[in-house]
Nanobody, 124 residues
Framework: EVQLVESGGGVVQPGGSLRLSCAASGFTRDGYAIGWFRQSAGKEREGVSCISRSDGATYYADSMKGRFTISRDNAKNTLYLQMNSLKSEDTAVYYC?????????????????WGQGTQVTVSS
């Protein structure tokens, strides 16, 4: 059974940091790109970052560049999203998802399995 389980969300003050984790199981990580998305109240789900299945190529949405870092630990089959300099507009539920193929995408419809999400709240 394919499973993606996010963790690491919480409440943080503006300017603070959080590291999200996505534990993957039930499939071979090598066969899929993995992405992070987020959705805040009243807004559509948006792509945050993704990482390729093999060469580690990464993508970041413009508003996350320089603040967020995506990485993976293949030995643990876990994906991470380090988020620094958090802003109130980063408040959202964050999801990880897998995408068949080599490179990820910012389009959510290209991903076939999703985690349940983890809430990130940035507030003073």
């Amino acid at each position: 059974e394919v499973q993606l389980v996010e963790s690491g969300g919480g409440v943080v003050q503006p300017g603070g940091s959080l590291r999200l984790s996505c534990a993957a199981s039930g499939f071979t990580r090598d066969g899929y790109a993995i992405g992070w998305f987020r959705q805040s109240a009243g807004k559509e789900r948006e792509g945050v970052s993704c990482i390729s299945r093999s060469d580690g190529a990464t993508y970041y949405a413009d508003s996350m560049k320089g603040r967020f870092t995506i990485s993976r630990d293949n030995a643990k089959n876990t994906l991470y999203l380090q988020m620094n300099s958090l802003k109130s507009e980063d408040t959202a539920v964050y999801y990880c998802a897998r995408m068949p193929g080599t490179y990820g995408s910012s389009w959510s419809y290209e991903y076939d399995y999703w985690g349940q999400g983890t809430q990130v709240t940035v507030s003073s």
